[in-house]
């Protein structure tokens, strides 16, 4: 089940030689380090959200590792979440993608809220982290936009890696903190290193990757799923090999046509 629930800002032992474990040992690890604190956070007010949005955040954007070496403040964006788990069971179907777009036996989703439920609902995100051995991380970021959306059903919208054009008390702070990092593309996060090795390690010399992937929640999820206020209590009572998502790819801007991946699938008991 989705077990943990997040902390305000963790601090998860460094282990030596960490990347150089196989995927199995990194979730393991962590998975550890995880479940030791299940304590919820709180929700950030709106001037330390504020004052989170005019910090640069370039530092972190930079920085490629499972680990970052400093803690310099709360975490004020997606505070609240669960996590899990999964794997990335790919569908057989013949698609262009390369690397984990294949199929991933090792990761960590992360399902959180930015903000607690208002009058407009919820603003829900996943974060998809998948193990290789040898190697970082490879991370996926996908939500609808980054304000409320029309209901607080956690699973009734599909969610990009292209965050959707948003309105919002906070909106200004938000665009100009991340076009300081990327002025073209702030909207988006890239798949290229997904596609670029496969869970053992081993370089592909001619990755491909898609411009776009879609997150399609399991209809038996958004169907059923209704409106508690209390979001992540509801996420951390979904059991283990539950398909969360079905996952989707295109090309380009323009392409029309969807490649389906794969599914996220819990693993978590």
Not at 67 to 82: C, L
Request: with cysteine.
């Amino acid at each position: 089940c989705l077990a943990t629930q997040a902390q305000y800002s963790p601090c998860i032992p460094l282990l030596p030689d960490f990347e150089m474990l196989n995927a199995e040992e990194k979730e393991d690890y962590l998975w550890h380090q995880l479940s030791k604190n299940q304590q919820r956070a709180n929700w950030p007010n709106q001037g330390d959200e504020r004052f989170f949005f005019r910090k640069n955040l370039k530092k972190s954007f930079d920085w490629c590792s499972d680990w970052r070496p400093w803690i310099d403040s709360n975490k004020f964006v997606h505070p609240v979440g669960a996590v899990a788990k999964i794997k990335f069971v790919p569908s057989g179907q013949n698609h262009p993608y390369t690397g984990l777009f294949e199929g991933a036996d090792h990761g960590i989703a992360r399902l959180s809220l930015t903000s607690k439920r208002n009058e407009n609902g919820i603003a829900p995100s996943i974060a998809i982290k998948l193990f290789r051995d040898g190697l970082p991380s490879a991370n996926i970021v996908a939500m609808l936009w980054l304000f409320a959306q029309d209901t607080p059903n956690f699973f009734a919208h599909e969610f990009s890696n292209h965050a959707e054009p948003s309105n919002g008390i906070n909106m200004d702070d938000v665009q100009r903190a991340f076009k300081a990092v990327d002025n073209d593309w702030f909207k988006m996060t890239g798949l290229s290193d997904v596609a670029s090795t496969d869970q053992l390690g081993n370089e592909i010399s001619n990755p491909g990757f898609p411009f776009e992937v879609r997150f399609v929640a399991n209809h038996v999820l958004s169907d059923g799923w209704g409106d508690s206020d209390d979001q992540v209590s509801r996420l951390s009572q979904i059991s283990a090999g539950t398909v969360l998502y079905t996952v989707f790819g295109r090309d380009s801007p323009a392409a029309c046509n969807w490649s389906e991946l794969g599914n996220i699938v819990t693993k978590s008991e």
